[in-house]
């Protein structure tokens, strides 16, 4: 049961982290041009 909870959780964040680098990296791009 906590193994289940743990993997959605993870899964989450990375959903959440991954627009995240995402919007980084294009304003590094942005503000070296």
Do not use: G
């Amino acid at each position: 049961m906590a193994d289940k909870i743990s993997k959605r959780v993870l899964v989450l964040v990375s959903h959440l982290t991954f627009p995240v680098k995402k919007l980084q990296d294009w304003k590094n791009d942005a503000e070296k041009n």
